[in-house]
């Protein structure tokens, strides 16, 4: 069984207004991940994900890009412990 990962991720740069969210979600869902993505008021990105470690290495390699109109200067990444409890892939408000 492969084993299973959980990133937390803080996107920076020109992510908001851009349909960051929306790409992310359809990203991640793609790939098959579990967790959430959803705007902060500093006007970064936050994200959860969990998933196959190939599956999380692609998302953060999209996420370190982002759609078209996004200009990412920063992911911060974290690793934390997985727990299965995430759902389907959604965007927070």
Do not use: Y
């Not at 069984?1 to 991640?28: C, D, E, W, Y």
């Not at 098959?32 to 999380?56: H, P, T, Y």
């Amino acid at each position: 069984m492969p084993s299973i990962k959980r990133i937390h991720l803080i996107i920076h740069g020109i992510v908001q207004g851009v349909n960051f969210r929306f790409s992310t979600r359809q990203k991640a869902l793609s790939l098959g991940l579990k967790g959430w993505v959803r705007n902060k008021k500093d006007g970064s990105v936050e994200a959860v994900a969990e998933g196959s470690e190939e599956a999380i290495s692609e998302f953060i390699k999209w996420c370190n890009i982002g759609p078209e109109m996004a200009n990412v200067t920063k992911v911060q990444i974290k690793e934390v412990t997985a727990s299965s409890m995430l759902g389907k892939f959604s965007i927070e408000f």
